[in-house]
């Protein structure tokens, strides 16, 4: 009904302007009360054209605002007709199913319910299963108007874009086929590690250059470098007097020759022993 208002109230809207251009330019004489005339006819049709085209334009610039809240769902109400729909799908009893979807579809064809049950049990391929899926498309849950579009397209017949994007995204993204795993990339092997640098305050040997190229020797073969040894004790000279000697009574042993590991002499030590008594 309310299409019908908006064309026969957008017409005569339009076809009142048209006359009174037209009495403006054959009689501009006589035309000042037929331009009223026209004006006022303009001006009631122009509310009305207001009136029935109100909910549309309404329904454009707000639905992706208060769509998801107002349209996405629906509350069922008691209803004697979806009674026995549920009743006769559970027992399995499809055409009676499908024909009491139909009419109830006819009965309340703002509600989605009869159009999904029907085109769920519709025969494949027929007549009615294009129908309910034409119907179910026209609803914004995504997972009905995917299978609606699939049976749609199997008939060959284009449902077009959907007025909800969420939906036309769904679609998209399932049209898209995912990419083949790649090929694992091949990559050469790593050299070994270099050895470490030789720590030259490190000696593990009397002769700095022995120790130098036994450890590049050994790290180049593998072989376990040997722990460093103590130094033999160095002797100390018996010869050297003690804090508080008097140095006037000492006499030193004469020295040893080098090279040679002999003990202090028996009188050096009796030097010693007399030094050390003086002191007392």
Not at 19 to 29: K, S, V, W, Y
Not at 97 to 110: A, D, K, N, Q, S
Not at 228 to 247: F, H, I, K, M
Request: glycine share 8%; proline share 11%; net charge positive.
């Amino acid at each position: 009904m309310l299409p019908i208002l908006r064309i026969l109230f957008t017409g005569g809207f339009l076809y009142t302007i048209y006359l009174g251009r037209q009495n403006a330019l054959h009689d501009p004489m006589q035309g000042d009360l037929m331009n009223a005339f026209y004006l006022a006819i303009a001006v009631i049709l122009g509310i009305g054209c207001g009136c029935v085209w109100a909910p549309f334009f309404g329904e454009k610039l707000s639905n992706p605002i208060t769509g998801a809240v107002t349209e996405s769902t629906y509350v069922e109400r008691k209803n004697y007709v979806l009674r026995f729909i549920h009743w006769f799908e559970s027992r399995g009893f499809r055409k009676i199913t499908v024909f009491l979807c139909f009419i109830e579809g006819v009965r309340r064809p703002w509600l989605p319910t009869a159009f999904v049950i029907g085109m769920r049990h519709s025969r494949p391929g027929s007549w009615l299963e294009k129908v309910f899926a034409m119907e179910v498309y026209k609803f914004d849950n995504t997972q009905n108007c995917v299978k609606a579009r699939a049976v749609l397209e199997g008939h060959g017949v284009d449902p077009g874009a959907h007025f909800n994007p969420e939906v036309n995204l769904t679609i998209l993204s399932l049209r898209k086929s995912a990419c083949p795993d790649r090929a694992p990339l091949a990559l050469p092997l790593a050299p070994p590690p270099p050895p470490p640098p030789q720590n030259v305050r490190i000696r593990l040997f009397r002769d700095r250059a022995q120790s130098a190229g036994s450890s590049v020797a050994m790290a180049g073969s593998g072989s376990e470098i040997p722990e460093p040894t103590e130094p033999d004790p160095v002797p100390e000279p018996s010869d050297r007097a003690t804090p508080g000697t008097n140095l006037a009574s000492f006499t030193p042993s004469p020295s040893h020759p080098k090279g040679e590991g002999e003990t202090p002499t028996a009188p050096g030590r009796k030097m010693k022993f007399l030094g050390l008594i003086a002191t007392l």
